[in-house]
């Protein structure tokens, strides 16, 4: 390496390390020592003389040094900052020239004329045909978006990149074509893929959404379903209740029956008889109560092919069917299934009639519980004032 490339290196790893911004993600010091060694790849694989070989690394290495005063035309800035550089190095002024002009060769659009500038060019863009292709288009992508350039989202990037590999970027020299060409066509291979991968997800999704404003079959199904189940669930609460009122009452009544009743033989014990009967007759109502909310209401259990016809049976009732034979079951449900309308209309009448069988029952637990609580009160007040105007004492008196 001769003393002046050293030198460069030395002044171009100094400003880009200390004079870059630091939003510069893909511009910056790695980017260029990136394309030197890349340049250096190409030099070895083409036959060039020493004079050439000097101008393209002092290129490569100069070539993005003009980010450091900003966006607009750095290539220009760029040969600038070499010129400054050479000649405080006593370089010789068609040298300086040269490297110039290998600099501006790297202008995005630039068609190059000779080999050195193919070189610098497909230097320049090698990431393409490499696996680092993928962090540096995303740390682009990045430095655009944060120097205020342009915000591109992941679908408008991917396209933005699969243009430049098909119809903007090329591989100049034969090396580059060879070695690194069959990596761009892999990367531009997976970018055509992530994107078809995209719009088949995209599609999936606008579909998904086209159903769902199209068709609220699953917000109706949804309603249906939590309601049906809520007043089911109410049901089983309004069957546990009645079933803990016939449990107490029948424990109740038991220990009556086999403690208290026994009793009342004896003459001193009459006055018990009225509180006892008090107690047991609320409790004997509360159980039937208690049993008329959960006796079940059987209906005829058939219908004919007229009402099927004219939507009137709710065929998801088993009430409406149980004396059916299965073949006149099967060819109903092969009615009711061919109408949307008729199942929405037999999931209402099933919910309607659902909510009566619920209010008759919460309205006997209601009464059941209210007189259940009612005898507790009166058979304990009955219980009291036996006790005391007509307890044990007072019956002997008036025995005696």
């Not at 393409?128 to 962090?135: A, D, L, V």
């Not at 209309?345 to 009566?356: A, E, N, V």
Request: charged residues 30%; glycine residues 4%; aromatic residues 12%.
């Amino acid at each position: 390496m001769s003393e002046i490339i050293q030198k460069a290196e030395t002044f171009v790893t100094d400003i880009l390390t200390n004079e870059l911004d630091p939003k510069f993600l893909y511009h910056n010091l790695r980017h260029t020592q990136r394309v030197v060694s890349s340049t250096k790849e190409l030099i070895e694989n083409h036959k060039l003389s020493n004079k050439d070989i000097e101008h393209l690394t002092l290129a490569a290495w100069f070539h993005d040094t003009g980010y450091t005063k900003g966006t607009e035309n750095h290539e220009e800035a760029s040969c600038k900052i070499a010129k400054g550089f050479f000649k405080d190095e006593d370089y010789d002024e068609d040298e300086i020239k040269d490297v110039c002009d290998i600099i501006m060769a790297t202008k995005r659009y630039y068609d190059p004329e000779n080999l050195k500038e193919k070189i610098i060019r497909d230097a320049d863009a090698s990431h393409f045909g490499q696996k680092s292709y993928w962090e540096t288009t995303d740390f682009l992508k990045e430095e655009l978006e944060k120097l205020g350039i342009k915000k591109y989202s992941q679908k408008e990037w991917r396209d933005a990149n699969i243009k430049m590999f098909r119809n903007e970027h090329r591989f100049y020299t034969e090396y580059a074509q060879e070695n690194w060409g069959s990596g761009k066509a892999k990367n531009l291979k997976q970018l055509i893929k992530d994107k078809k991968a995209e719009k088949k997800i995209a599609k999936k999704e606008a579909l998904k959404a086209k159903y769902k404003s199209e068709s609220p079959d699953r917000g109706i199904q949804t309603l249906f379903r939590v309601t049906l189940k809520n007043h089911i669930t109410l049901s089983d609460i309004a069957d546990t209740k009645a079933n803990i009122l016939l449990s107490v009452n029948a424990i109740i009544i038991s220990l009556a029956l086999s403690n208290l009743i026994p009793k009342l033989d004896n003459p001193s014990n009459y006055y018990l008889l009225y509180p006892t009967l008090i107690f047991i007759i609320f409790s004997v109502v509360s159980m039937i109560l208690a049993v008329m909310a959960t006796r079940p209401n059987v209906t005829r259990g058939r219908f004919t092919k007229e009402d099927v016809k004219a939507k009137k049976v709710n065929l998801l009732f088993f009430g409406n069917f149980h004396k059916m034979s299965l073949a006149e079951y099967e060819w109903a449900i092969e009615e009711l299934v061919k109408d949307k309308d008729y199942i929405y209309s037999s999931l209402t009448k099933d919910l309607y009639f659902l909510g009566l069988v619920l209010d008759r029952k919460y309205k006997l637990l209601r009464w059941t519980y209210t007189i259940f609580m009612i005898g507790m009160i009166v058979s304990v007040v009955a219980f009291g004032i036996a006790f005391k105007y007509f307890g044990p004492e007072r019956m002997l008196s008036v025995m005696i």
